[in-house]
């Protein structure tokens, strides 16, 4: 009767906690849903009308991912991160105005020297 008594406690106490467990390991975990995952939203492109009215407005472009900002030329508007802004304030953030590119540069040559009649001896 011990014995038998000894078994059923054993019994009893190992479904008792191995229950609780069990229900747990069953919960299925929550899945990765890329929806749920938020990133950070890039801005759309300016429009050419965007471009035209900021133009107008005096204020650089900034690319935000080189920190160098332009006040016209091809990359006005058309990097792809960036923003508008004025100069001053560019400046103040930390940008720095874009260099000159060399390439597309016509050089300048001095005007031909006026000739000068060569002396007949």
């Known amino acids: 009767m011990q014995l038998l008594k000894r078994l059923l406690t054993t019994a009893a106490l190992t479904a008792a906690l191995t229950l609780p ?5 069953q ?3 929550p899945a990765a849903d890329a929806k749920t995952k938020t990133k950070a939203v890039k801005a759309a492109p300016p429009t050419a009308a965007e471009i035209a009215d900021a133009k107008a407005k005096g204020l650089v ?3 935000t991912s080189t920190k160098v ?3 016209d030329g091809k990359y006005y ?5 960036g923003k508008f802004m004025t100069a001053a304030d560019a400046d103040k953030a930390g940008y720095r105005a874009a260099k000159e590119s060399p390439i597309g ?3 300048t040559t001095p005007p ?3 000739a000068t009649p060569a002396a007949k001896k």
Do not use: C, I, R
Not at 77 to 81: E, F, L, Q, R, W
């Open 112 to 114: 031909p020297a006026a």
């Open 21 to 25: 467990f069990a229900a747990v390991a």
């Open 27 to 29: 919960t299925p975990a």
């Open 77 to 81: 508007g058309n990097t792809k991160a």
């Open 69 to 71: 900002y332009h006040a």
């Open 61 to 63: 472009w900034v690319n």
């Open 105 to 107: 540069k016509k050089k």
